[in-house]
């Protein structure tokens, strides 16, 4: 490397010290000079020695840097242990992070500078959300911990080994699909599952309702429909919360679609993009003319978590059941079999079925055809989800989600109609 490259990349170890530095700093500041093991020109220094280190491996013996890191390690070791005889409940953040930023220093030098600089701003950010953090970690039960475990096992050590090939009329049944769409399916709902129970009913029924859509809008949609029931005042901002939740489905079913037969995305964008835009607007326009705007007082228990084996397992099945049913529709029917599927399969779970349709679209179906039996899938679910309304909220409920969803219904179809 020339000069100014030598320079720019020192520089660079230099500023993740720096980077480091300040963080810490600013996290100990109200310990005494002396107390802190490390402030930002320990810190500031120590990703120059990186640089450096890096730079000498170059010039003399690339484990260099090896032996250094070494020596830091023993030194930060003496010094934990002469500070914990002092204090029993002494941790080890700040050590770890003077290694990483030796090591950022190295990789400055002898690696990619994007990675450097990238991996310094993560870190930084991991050690300045430490309240964060331990608050998520608090609001996690047991089971759920485990439960993210056990799939994680599942998937991790179980998902390669399966074997990637189809069984089953039609060979529709491939257990590694299957189990990696459950995996991809549970993984989504887990990111609004786990949003609702960390932050709580306290974030207010629209944001619930984003995050519920997330999990299962079909749950959410039943758990509020009965906080409505046991408090009739709650129907208006209620009726937000589900319409958010159903609207989020539509930007799911494209996530979906994305993972699975990108092919799809085109002809199937614009419907959903309408369906959810109308949703939005009209889960706003219900926000906006509702002059109570009430939290919900808990009771979002109904919504399982995705990560719960038994949760997990039961959509394979279903997603199974899915697959054999629009494979003997398809073969006594053709194309409208694979409609038909399409609407049976949304009174129940829009997911299995797109996943379904998707893997056809891969092989034989028409996009076009995929596209409108997910459509339906989709328009059979959100009519439901009104009915569910109905049925357990009341009326005033009822009422409110249905003149919206039949709105985004005519969108939907309005928006597939000009793109056939």
Known sequence: MDELDLITRLGLALAIGLLFGLERGWHGREESEGDRIAGVRTFALTGLLGGITGWLS????????????????????????????????????????????FVLGAVSILGEMTVAAAAAVVSTLLLAMKAILHHWVRQIERFELHALFKLALISVVVLPFLPNEGYGPGAVLNPFDIWRAVVIVAALSFFGYIAIRIAGTRIGIPATGLFGGL????????????????NGGLAPLAATGIIIAGSVTFLRILA????????????????????????????????LGTSDRK???????????????????????????VLIGVHYLREWLGTEGVLMAAALSGLTDVDALTISVARLVGDDLAAASGATAIFIAAAVNTAVKGGICLVAGGSRLGLRVMLVYLAVILAGVAALWSGL
């Not at 939290?295 to 059941?321: H, K, M, S, W």
């Open 58 to 101: 170059t010039l003399t013996a690339p484990v260099l840097p090896g032996l250094a890191l070494i020596a830091i390690a023993i030194l930060l070791a003496a010094s934990y242990w002469v500070r914990l005889r002092e204090d029993d409940d002494f941790g080890l953040t700040t050590e770890i992070a003077l290694l990483l930023a």
């Open 215 to 230: 999990a299962s809008s079909t749950s959410t949609t039943l758990a509020l429909a009965r906080l409505v029931r046991a």
């Open 256 to 287: 979906l679609v994305a993972i699975f037969e990108p092919a799809l995305v085109l002809p199937l964008a614009a419907p959903m993009l309408a369906m959810a835009a109308t949703g939005f607007l009209g889960a706003l326009a219900l926000h």
């Open 295 to 321: 939290q919900a007082p808990g009771g979002l228990d109904d919504i399982a978590n995705p990560l719960e084996l038994r949760v997990a397992l039961t959509f394979g099945v279903l997603l199974a059941l």
